[in-house]
């Protein structure tokens, strides 16, 4: 079971990135997906979480209105459109799961440790 993140690299403020969460193993639309950040010194944070049932979504507060996650079943991949991108957006981005479906994702995203994470995150640098 794999999770691959990528799309992350060096942006100026204010430009965009989309980034895509490959799944292999398993059927990713089963799952409630989240994308989550850490940067230096920082605990992870939820970013953005689509559930499986209804595509209903969750945004931190520091995100909304910039970033919108969606999902494409048929090619086993969620994505997270990044737009008006700040220094503060500089992390490493992870992709992950939950089997906990019955969490809403609002409930849920919100709590990293709920989620598995299975590869490695992407690089976001957004600077001048």
């Known amino acids: 079971v794999q999770l691959q993140a990528s799309g992350g690299g060096l942006v100026q403020p204010g430009g965009s990135l989309r980034l895509s969460c490959a799944a292999s193993?398993?059927?990713?639309?089963?799952?409630?997906i989240g994308w989550f950040r850490q940067a230096p010194g920082k605990e992870r944070e939820g970013v953005s979480c689509?559930?499986?049932?209804?595509?209903?979504?969750y945004y931190a507060d520091s995100v909304k209105g910039r970033f919108t996650i969606s999902r494409d079943n048929a090619k086993n991949t969620v994505y997270l459109q990044m737009d008006s991108l700040k220094p503060e957006d500089t992390a490493v981005y992870y992709c992950?799961?939950?089997?906990?479906?019955?969490?809403?994702?609002?409930?849920?995203?919100?709590?990293?440790?709920?989620?598995?994470?299975g590869g490695q995150g992407t690089q976001v640098t957004v600077s001048s």
């Open positions: 689509i559930s499986s049932s209804d595509g209903t979504t």
């Open positions: 193993g398993f059927t990713l639309g089963s799952y409630n």
């Open positions: 992950a799961r939950t089997i906990r479906s019955y969490y809403s994702v609002s409930y849920s995203c919100r709590r990293p440790a709920l989620y598995d994470y």
